[in-house]
């Protein structure tokens, strides 16, 4: 039997359309019919319409199959289901093909919607590094008094947060950590360091102290991005946002000046009322 589920929101995925259309459109050629009886069959009283000879011998030979007219309605209601089967199954195919499940929007505005994500988004890879604009910015060098600043506030840290630093990296691990930076990548956004984009030590356990088996390098903006968050999400999100600059794809406004910018040149349509302020004892209706 079809889901229940799957049939309400096939209703809201498609153009309206009468079950003969639907069966033909997104069916087959071989499944077509609902049976032996036509809407007309049961209407005959209505269109002056009645079934032929050929017919009822059919019907007769049909009906020696089932002990009951019971049974017999109840065949014909399965296939009344069945014609149903094979377009269900195609249309729930063509949405899979994008990654769409259909039980997860309500319209077909929405099924529209996800497919237009879903091919914008085909050509995006996790595992590939969407780097951000290049910047002309000279490569990182370790200075010893940058580093000596560093090791200063992971001990601050680590303090503030109650654990202990006996083991914490030094300000002797300068050379260790110089090497580090100057071959390797940010292991969330894969940049190089540069000036513009420094290193930071980002702990892979965040309730362990800053100790070189527990510390990776990372630029300052993923550190900070990744707070407490886990490093795969963290990386989906700043490749995402990349992968979204780079093909000029919308994003969602997290800054609230730029939001408050855009709406002030909003026109027309429901602008009157996103402009309109009510207070209380000064602004009345018009």
């Not at 309400?8 to 009468?18: C, F, G, Q, R």
């Not at 919308?250 to 002030?264: G, K, M, S």
Request: net charge positive.
């Amino acid at each position: 039997m079809i889901n229940g589920q799957y049939k309400t929101t096939l209703a809201t995925s498609i153009k309206p359309t009468d079950l003969a259309s639907f069966a033909k459109d997104f069916g087959s050629n071989t499944n077509q019919s609902k049976g032996l009886f036509p809407y007309e069959a049961f209407e005959s009283m209505l269109k002056n319409k009645t079934m032929s000879d050929e017919d009822y011998l059919i019907y007769l030979n049909d009906a020696k199959n089932y002990a009951t007219r019971w049974d017999y309605l109840q065949h014909y209601n399965e296939l009344d289901i069945q014609i149903m089967t094979q377009p269900l199954d195609n249309i729930i195919n063509w949405f899979y093909q994008y990654n769409v499940d259909m039980l997860s929007f309500m319209s077909l505005a929405a099924n529209a919607n996800a497919i237009k994500y879903a091919i914008a988004y085909k050509d995006f890879d996790l595992n590939v590094n969407y780097p951000q604009q290049s910047k002309k910015s000279t490569p990182f060098i370790l200075s010893q008094s940058y580093w000596n600043s560093k090791v200063i506030g992971y001990n601050i840290q680590d303090k503030q947060k109650h654990r202990k630093t006996n083991n914490n990296v030094t300000i002797n691990d300068y050379e260790y950590y110089k090497d580090l930076f100057e071959h390797s990548n940010c292991v969330i956004c894969g940049d190089k360091f540069i000036m513009d984009n420094k290193p930071t030590l980002d702990r892979n356990d965040n309730r362990l102290p800053h100790i070189k088996s527990n510390c990776q390098p990372s630029c300052l903006y993923c550190n900070r991005y990744k707070s407490d968050n886990y490093e795969k999400v963290t990386r989906l999100f700043i490749q995402l946002r990349r992968y979204c600059n780079i093909n000029r794809l919308p994003q969602t406004i997290v800054n609230d000046e730029i939001y408050q910018l855009i709406r002030r040149n909003i026109t027309g349509g429901l602008s009157n009322v996103m402009h309109r302020y009510n207070r209380a004892n000064i602004d009345t209706i018009k």
